[in-house]
């Protein structure tokens, strides 16, 4: 009866560092972020004593009264509009810019696509004025489309190369093929690429949606109406009238970054994928 030898891998010292640098980024982005909910579910004097350990006595009216209030549903509705909005025209926009960068040559498209890749560079805080007298020319001050179309104008650049790198890697040899068989670019386009690009177009989907969610400066610029107001400038008004009921600021900010926190749940599969297409060459 031989004698079976168990050798073991030699311990790899990387491994650990990489693990406690993950738990840190891990504990770093958890603890405010419970603080946050653990804050909504105290009194004000004992979130001053205790802000973040668990409550005593658990407030649960601190969240049922929000959420049986008409203003977070009314500054729900108004941040999905703009942001499912938002997603909508870029994807549509950048899905067919990609495309055509990835699979039609034409003259003049490097330095066309390296324009656009300057995008990345551009802060919309510094196009703010030019912004504001330009939808103000167009009469859309005050409106979802005023607040939807400049997210969209600096959305365009990071979602067109995301989606770019992933139509470069579908095979081209599909294209010419399609093209043989009779079928045009709309058409692969429409069929073949979409139904393939389901990761990544689930990534700048939730990229894009998750900025306009949060986005500040734009909405105060371009709305002037309360009922038009997005979370962001909701949380503004509500805490200048609860200025020193920080619990319920807190019980407020969990229930507006909730919807977020639920997408990237249900996309994080699709994130990943569509984030590391293409990473690795078989």
Known sequence: MSNVEITRAPFDPAVLY??????LVAIFVAVPLLATVLGGFKTLGE?????FGLPRHWEWQNYADILFSQRYWQLLRNSLIISTLTVTLTLIVASMAAFTFAHVRFFGSSMLLSYLTLGLLFPAATAVLPLFIKVRDLGLLDTYLGVVLPQVAFSLAMSILLL?????????ELLEAALVDGCSYIKFFRYVTLPLSRPILA??????????????????VMLNTDA???????????????????HLILAFITLTILPTIILFLLAQKHIVAGLTAGAVKG
């Open 47 to 51: 979130l001053r004593v205790n802000p």
């Open 203 to 220: 990534t700048v989907g939730t990229i894009t949606f998750v900025n306009s969610w949060n986005a500040y400066l734009l909405p105060l």
């Open 228 to 246: 038009l107001y997005p979370w962001p400038l909701g949380i503004m008004v509500y805490q200048g009238e609860y200025s020193s009921e920080w």
């Open 18 to 23: 990489k693990a406690l640098f993950l738990g």
């Open 164 to 172: 770019r790198r992933f139509f470069k890697d579908i095979p081209y």
